[in-house]
């Protein structure tokens, strides 16, 4: 399978991903230019997911020099990520005992099957990134909204500021795109499971579901340098 193109979202996340594994570390200098021409873009899309790293607490700027990654602490990504599961969880189980409204329910139900679309043809392509980052984010952000608990996405907003704490924080290995296949697709299935929880009541198993689904992030990026220990 060739490796896709590395536009827009799959900037973010091999940046994010190569400060995951160490291959970028603090103190190395990220500048736009280098950057761009070792990933085969132009700097524009560099120079955004530099921004958004910059605002997930993951890199900082050295004035007109670029970027360095910051220094951060395995135990505190871990409790961040344990943090979003919380409070993802306690948004589940409120929409669980309130109940879907109609809009929400079809809402939610054409947001899954955007993912269903998205694996269908059984492995990830050009594109299917930006693709699968849209659909997390619109099923994330949805239950957020929809708890009708507005604290909880100001706590979220908070804690997303921390490296790898967002649901949206993706870092993937391109060169093993049949294991993340299976790892994006298992992600996609919990949210299947999650909604049928939410859908038929049943509020113990949806914020169990969902807090599960941050358990499993935290599992998967123990392979990462930042999470090894």
């Known amino acids: 399978m060739e490796k896709p193109a590395k536009p827009g979202q799959q900037v973010l996340v091999a940046l994010r991903r190569m400060i995951a594994d ?5 103190g190395d200098r990220i500048a736009e230019i280098p950057t761009a021409e070792m990933l085969g873009v132009s700097r524009m899309p560099v120079r955004t997911a530099l921004r958004a790293l910059e605002h997930e ?5 050295l004035g007109a020099r670029g970027y360095t990654p910051r220094a951060v602490d395995a135990a505190a990504i871990t409790g961040a990520i344990e943090v979003r599961g919380v409070l993802e969880g306690l948004a589940a189980r409120r929409l669980a005992e309130r109940g879907l409204t109609e809009k929400e329910q079809a809402h939610l139900t054409a947001i899954l099957a955007d993912g269903d679309t998205l694996f269908a043809k059984g492995h990830l392509a050009d594109g299917d990134l930006d693709g699968f980052y849209r659909y997390n984010l619109a099923f994330h952000d949805l239950l957020i909204t929809a708890s009708g608990n507005p604290s909880i996405a100001l706590a979220l907003g908070r804690n997303n500021h921390l490296p790898f704490a967002s649901a949206a924080a993706l870092a993937l290995d391109w060169e093993d795109l049949e294991g993340e296949y299976r790892h994006l697709l298992a992600a996609h299935h919990e949210h299947r499971a999650v909604f049928e929880a939410i859908a038929g009541g049943d509020a113990d198993r949806a914020e169990r579901l969902m807090r599960g689904h941050a358990a499993v992030a935290i599992a998967n990026r123990r392979a990462f340098r930042l999470l090894a220990g």
């Open 22 to 26: 160490g291959s970028i570390q603090p």
């Open 57 to 61: 607490g993951l890199v900082v700027k």
